[in-house]
Every structure is written in structure tokens, then in C-alpha cells.
């Protein structure tokens, strides 16, 4: 059964480095049926995704268009997790944030999900 | 980007009815289709993947058609579990992204 389980802080000031870490159990980052991939919900914006890391003989990065200049999702092979690294944050980062395995045996699908970290942008 | 549509953005059912969600590509995708279910304070949980395939342990009662650019989720028979919020989301190019949500309130 794979397990994912994110820690990092709930409250950042503008300006700051959001940071978030999500460890893997019951799998292994490195596989290369699968992706690691970051994910924030909010009224405003709804469900959107924000990028991915994935390995497939080296490994490869996949950001949004809308956090490309500011993001960055690193895997950690001896640790067996992948963070979320987003700078000069604002109060609009403000959001409910989630990693999730996409896995692939053709098309991918997101089916396992972190627990959430709710993040808040705020002095 | 392909734009993901859903109609309608909330419904409202009784127990027992027949549930029909609708998502609609800015761009045809094949099958690159999946659905989720969120109840409030959890993570989405995956239903239905490649358009029509049920998630292991996800009820027959959730089914999944469509290609190209229309998809449907339908709920066979509404049960109290099911009220939630549903999205739809696509795999068939990057940036991955997800319709507006569906919201299943009780009548």
C-alpha cells in the first residue's frame, strides 16, 4: 500500500520560500512507471497543478506555465521523497497543498494522494 | 493548455437517483480521462481512470464513458457516501489540469 506524507509549515510570510516535503512508502521515487507531482487547491484558482519529477533513465522536471519562475520539485533518492520548493510567495499561494504519485501502466492517473498541507501567506 | 469544462457546477439528488456529470475538452484527448471524488477536508480520491476503468475498490455503481473531447460520469443509484464534490481531470498532455468541480448536494 503506498503511503504519502507531507510535512513542512503552514504559515509563510510574503516574500519567503514556501517548502514542503512528501515521503514515499510502498514505493520508490525512482520507479519509472510513475511521476511525484505537486498540486494546490483553492476557492479561487480550484484544483491546479503545479509540476512533477519523474525518472526515466535520468532525471526530468515538468512545471506549470503560472509558477515556472518560482518552483522547484527535487527528489531525494536516499530519502525516498520529493519536495516542493516555491519562492517569493504571496498571499494568492495561499492554498491547500497536495503531492500525489501518478502512475502509469499507459495513460496516468493520480492514485494516491498526500494528506494535505493547508499553507498560509500571510505577515 | 486543454481546458477541462464540467456541467453542471452543483445538482442537487435524492438518494437512490440516477447521476450524470458531464466534462468537456477544450481539445480532443482520446481516452486521457479520469475522475475524482473529494469529500470537504480530504484529498481527492481517483474513481474512474482512461475514461471508463473503475479504481480498485471504487463501488460498480460509478461508471465512466467517453472520448475525445465528452466525457460522463454517472451514478448509478445516489448513495449517502457519494455527496461530495467531482472533477475531472486529464493525462493526455502537460500541464495536467482539472475541470471546475461538480458538487452533489442532498435534495
Known amino acids: 500500500q503506498v503511503q504519502l506524507q507531507q510535512s513542512g509549515p503552514g504559515l509563510v510570510k510574503p516574500s519567503q520560500t514556501l517548502s514542503l516535503t512528501c515521503a514515499i512508502s510502498?514505493?520508490?521515487?525512482?520507479?519509472?512507471?510513475?511521476?511525484w507531482n505537486w498540486i494546490r487547491q483553492s476557492p479561487s484558482r480550484g484544483l491546479e497543478w503545479l509540476g512533477r519529477t519523474y525518472y526515466r533513465s535520468k532525471w526530468y522536471n515538468d512545471y506549470a506555465v503560472s509558477v515556472k519562475s518560482r518552483v522547484t520539485i527535487n527528489p531525494d533518492t536516499s530519502k525516498n521523497h520529493f519536495s516542493l520548493q516555491l519562492n517569493s510567495v504571496t498571499p494568492e499561494d495561499t492554498a491547500m497543498y497536495y503531492c500525489a504519485r501518478e502512475y502509469y501502466d499507459g495513460p496516468g492517473r493520480l492514485d494516491y494522494w498526500g494528506q494535505g498541507t493547508l499553507v498560509t501567506v500571510s505577515s | 493548455d486543454i481546458q477541462m469544462t464540467q456541467s453542471p457546477s452543483s445538482l442537487s439528488a435524492s438518494v437512490g437517483d440516477r447521476v450524470t456529470i458531464t466534462c468537456r475538452a477544450s481539445?480532443?484527448?482520446?481516452?486521457?480521462l479520469n475522475w475524482y471524488q473529494q469529500k470537504p477536508g480530504k484529498a481527492p480520491k481517483l474513481l474512474i481512470y482512461v475514461a471508463s476503468s473503475l479504481q480498485s475498490g471504487v463501488p460498480s455503481r460509478f461508471s465512466g464513458s467517453g472520448s475525445g473531447t465528452d466525457f460522463t460520469l454517472t451514478i448509478s443509484s445516489l448513495q449517502p457516501e457519494d455527496f461530495a464534490t467531482y472533477y475531472c481531470q486529464q493525462s493526455y498532455s502537460s500541464p495536467r489540469t482539472f475541470g471546475q468541480g461538480t458538487k452533489v448536494e442532498i435534495k
Open positions: 510502498g514505493d520508490t521515487v525512482s520507479t519509472n512507471t510513475t511521476t
Open positions: 481539445q480532443s484527448m482520446s481516452t486521457y
